[in-house]
């Protein structure tokens, strides 16, 4: 299989695209305006300037429970966004989302077997644009949810695989496993810095069963696929799986935490149940559902049809193409056999995980990008003339792109830094421990702070400061209890009253009529109030 066409002209047309098309996804993310999203707010800020300053110790929880995740990712935006006029780091931060598209062009074009040269390139760069402009991918170009950074993996692994199908089937075992290998450890290394990603991995491994090849090669090569993946995985995330462990007895703490027991976590998996199905009939159905139920699935409103119609068109399709099989009719074939079975399979593996683990869309971007190509490898294994598989797959195509509206997780108008905050003057800064409380997003402040405070959140979506059964709190009772100079506390303007009572709950008093606002630039503003000790308080009335 061929990545790019031999021919001169559409060799040039193709290279035109790949060069073209990340720089003009970069612009359309320009106009969309400054991404604000919470999880921005919440951590994707905080977590980069804690690992490259070296707050990890220092500060406890300001980012809620995603203080845990692996903040890997977020350190090139925040490189990006600190040291560059934020246009100029949004542009770059866009552009590289873009390189989906190009990933998107290389797969369709290594698969299609559709017309010319030409026709293919024109075609491929049209499935490709289509990746780009799904109800979740477009929402998400120029955010910092990373599911379209680690997309870049999955689809990494596609084109290696892709590419090399001929040789993987038939070719020398010894390139077969390596090239198997490097697949996996695209796949392995997006796991690795998300680890939801998994569902991903594990579907592409299991679809090396699905290739026309012997059936101990195709064993083989899902196995060296594997190692790849943990190779991967090792590399890019195995630094903070070790962390994690080292300090609290737990690769992916909290989660999984009924099995490794930490004793600094509640006995729970810390599974987010919010988007799961209200019943197992609706779980077996979904994609009939959250298309018109968006917020089953999300934090806010979007329409995409990709999903539902491959849920339909594929299972339709595949009995088909078997019953013509029975009756020796040809399909359509509208892509390669090889590729096509494999995407397939890995896309199908990959939705049974996602609706079984997970049902929170973002995480299913990387499969609403591969729909397009799907849907017209879907048409082409229907025992129909090409004509009829190629008009099918346009109206289908057709239909998702003109209904889908992509998702909003907030945007602001752009500033002249990404994130900007006034932070009051705080004097003895050395003698001094912010405290956090409330369940809004408030850490992206903490840089404007001096850096020799220390953060300490005492009531989030992990801990309480009332919490049964998770050990975590002791540590943070003991940060708290051991500080002899002066507290704050920092909070949103509607969570003060609720961070006044979690802090009574520590022998604290937030003194809410001594108040000065933070004004920033991505939110609301947000409280930073004196606080007393209550001992303290009592002698003073006293």
């Not at 026709?119 to 379209?148: E, K, P």
């Not at 810095?193 to 569902?199: D, E, R, S």
């Not at 009924?258 to 509640?266: D, E, H, Y």
Request: hydrophobic residues 55%; glycine residues 8%.
């Amino acid at each position: 299989m061929t990545l790019l066409p031999a021919a001169r002209r559409p060799r040039i047309a193709a290279l035109a695209f790949l060069l073209l098309a990340p720089p003009l996804y970069g612009l359309l993310g320009l106009a969309l305006g400054m991404d604000a999203n919470w999880d921005l707010r919440n951590y994707h800020w905080y977590n980069a300037y804690a690992l490259l300053t070296g707050r990890l110790g220092m500060d406890m929880l300001p980012a809620q429970m995603p203080n845990f995740y692996n903040p890997l990712l977020d350190v090139p935006f925040y490189l990006l966004a600190s040291h560059l006029p934020a246009r100029a780091a949004g542009f770059v931060w866009g552009t590289l989302h873009g390189l989906n598209l190009a990933l998107a062009f290389l797969l369709a074009h290594a698969t299609l077997r559709i017309g010319g040269a030409g026709q293919r390139v024109a075609l491929a760069a049209l499935l490709a644009a289509m990746a780009g402009f799904g109800g979740g991918a477009l929402g998400l170009l120029g955010t910092t949810f990373h599911d379209n950074m680690v997309s870049l993996g999955v689809l990494g692994a596609l084109v290696v695989v892709a590419g090399s199908l001929p040789r993987l089937i038939d070719g020398p075992v010894p390139g077969a496993l390596v090239r198997a290998a490097a697949a996996g450890l695209l796949a392995g290394a997006a796991m690795g810095l998300k680890n939801p990603t998994v569902i991903y991995a594990v579907g592409l491994c299991l679809a090396f069963l699905a290739l026309p090849a012997r059936p101990w090669r195709r064993l083989w090569l899902a196995f060296l696929f594997g190692v790849g993946v943990l190779g991967g995985l090792a590399l890019c995330g195995g630094f903070w799986m070790a962390h994690l462990w080292v300090e609290y007895g737990n690769p992916v703490f909290p989660h999984m935490n009924q099995i490794f027991k930490s004793p600094f976590a509640a006995l729970s998996g810390y599974v987010n149940v919010g988007f799961f199905p209200d019943s197992r009939l609706e779980r077996l159905l979904f994609p009939l559902v959250f298309p018109f139920a968006p917020l089953k699935v999300g934090e806010v409103p979007f329409f995409d049809l990709r999903v539902l119609v491959l849920f339909l068109l594929v299972p339709a399709a595949a009995a088909l193409a078997l019953l013509a099989r029975v009756f020796r009719r040809p399909s359509a074939g509208l892509t390669d056999t090889a590729a096509t079975r494999y995407l397939l399979t890995a896309m199908a593996v990959t939705y049974a995980l996602w609706v079984g683990m997970f049902c929170i869309y973002r995480y299913l971007v990387p499969l609403e990008m591969l729909a397009p190509l799907a849907i017209v490898m879907a048409a082409g294994l229907l025992p129909v003339p090409r004509r009829a598989a190629l008009v099918l797959a346009a109206a289908l195509l057709l239909l998702v792109q003109a209904t889908a509206r992509p998702a909003d997780w907030g945007h602001v108008p752009w500033s002249d830094r990404w994130v900007e905050a006034a932070v009051p003057p705080i004097e003895n800064p050395d003698d001094t421990m912010v405290l956090m409380a409330g369940y809004w997003a408030s850490s992206h402040v903490i840089p404007a702070f001096p850096p020799r405070i220390p953060f300490v959140r005492i009531q989030s979506n992990f801990l309480q400061p009332d919490s049964v059964g998770n050990g975590y709190l002791a540590l943070m009772r003991d940060k708290v209890g051991a500080h002899r100079g002066r507290f704050l506390m920092l909070s949103t303007i509607p969570d003060t009253p609720g961070a006044a009572k979690a802090a009574a709950l520590l022998g604290l008093r937030v003194v809410q009529d001594n108040c000065r606002v933070i004004p920033n630039n991505l939110g609301e503003p947000l409280n930073l109030c004196d606080v007393q000790r209550m001992a303290d308080h009592e002698r003073s009335v006293d």
